[in-house]
């Protein structure tokens, strides 16, 4: 009798949904990662997965299968670090269940983490910004709904997944404008809107109606848009702003970037990082910490400060070539 099923089972059913109540989209991703790992394993071992033993998926096996995500689905480390992750917190389940792999479960806990380079975040300067938000073609319903989703999106820095499940109701537009969502880990974060955002959003509701529990950016059918939808209508509408602004055609532009965006423009605001990690839901100010490393402008202010008694302050200018090639003889 396969040990595998059934532990794969109740860990579902009783570790993530009972005990840890996880999120819907933390079980999801779960539900991804071992797809791809039992679909890996049948072609590795020949047996089906309700076949597959425990023993099976040792610890050669993880790392043949964390090494086929990155050669052959292109997957990066970070992804390659997630699916890591949920494998992780199976065994760690069945180890409690099954102390007869205990040698096997613990050699795939062993199994490390694989460190990457963190890029510095792209984010959009303000010209860009102007741009990207008189891309969509507000003559139509469907450029107007963009127009209020880019403007909600590059104002609050709310994920993607916090922009589509927005409902009417989650909007508050009168005294203390706000926006209500559930974010990730299930915190409920409340964000203030300014006075342009405000008229935006006003201006969107009254031309899309509905009742308090319809999404706020529906589709043409009234459904909330999707999270894949999003991400097409940004990709086109930057396509759209690069005519007008070419130094968007060097960025690749999605959802996340929009919210690094918002992040970047508190910062520069003056605003303090804790307070910058409260407004985007960080469970720690450490994750906030990667604005401060992309802003160049806050590290040449630190800079001045430091600059010695009695020096004029400017920036590096390099010498004229003829001079350089005068001083050169």
């Known amino acids: 009798m396969s040990t595998l099923g059934p532990t794969l089972q109740s860990f579902f059913t009783d570790r993530l949904v009972r005990q840890r109540h996880a999120s819907s989209h933390t079980t999801a991703a779960y539900r991804d990662t071992f797809k791809l790992l039992l679909t890996f394993a049948t072609a590795s071992t020949g047996r089906t997965p309700s076949h597959l033993q425990i023993a099976d998926l040792d610890a050669?096996?993880?790392?043949?299968?964390?090494?086929?995500?990155?050669?052959?689905?292109?997957?990066?480390?970070?992804?390659?670090?997630?699916?890591?992750?949920?494998?992780?917190?199976?065994?760690?389940?069945?180890?409690?269940?099954?102390?007869?792999?205990?040698?096997?479960?613990?050699?795939?806990?062993?199994?490390?983490?694989?460190?990457?380079?963190?890029?510095?975040?792209?984010?959009?300067?303000?010209?860009?910004?102007?741009?990207?938000?008189?891309?969509p073609d507000q003559a139509t319903w469907t450029g107007r709904r963009d127009h209020a989703l880019l403007t909600l999106a590059i104002q609050t820095g709310l994920r993607a997944t916090e922009l589509t499940t927005l409902t009417l109701q989650d909007t508050h537009l009168g005294t203390g404008a706000h926006v209500n969502c559930i974010g990730k880990g299930r915190k409920q974060r409340i964000t203030p809107l300014t006075k342009d955002t405000v008229t935006t959003l006003k201006n969107w509701i009254k031309d899309r109606g509905g009742l308090p529990a319809n999404p706020l950016f529906p589709t043409r059918s009234g459904t909330a848009i999707t999270r894949d939808a999003l991400e097409r209508r940004v990709t086109k509408h930057a396509a759209t702003a690069a005519l007008a602004c070419p130094t968007l055609a060097e960025k690749k532009i999605s959802p996340h970037v929009l919210r690094h965006t918002a992040a970047m423009r508190l910062l520069n605001a003056g605003v303090d990082t804790t307070v910058i990690a409260l407004w985007l839901g960080h469970e720690s100010v450490a994750t906030t910490q990667i604005y401060v490393h992309a802003d160049l402008a806050l590290k040449e202010r630190a800079l001045a400060r430091t600059?010695?008694?009695?020096?004029?302050?400017?920036?590096?200018?390099?010498?004229?070539?003829?001079?350089?090639?005068?001083?050169?003889?």
């Open 60 to 135: 050669p096996m993880i790392s043949a299968f964390l090494d086929h995500l990155e050669a052959e689905r292109g997957n990066s480390a970070r992804t390659r670090n997630a699916r890591l992750a949920a494998i992780r917190s199976l065994f760690s389940y069945a180890a409690l269940r099954h102390p007869e792999d205990a040698a096997v479960i613990q050699r795939v806990l062993a199994i490390p983490a694989k460190r990457f380079e963190r890029a510095i975040v792209t984010y959009l300067t303000d010209p860009e910004i102007d741009a990207l938000l008189a891309a």
């Open 307 to 329: 600059t010695p008694l009695g020096t004029t302050p400017g920036r590096y200018q390099p010498t004229d070539t003829i001079v350089a090639f005068l001083e050169s003889l």
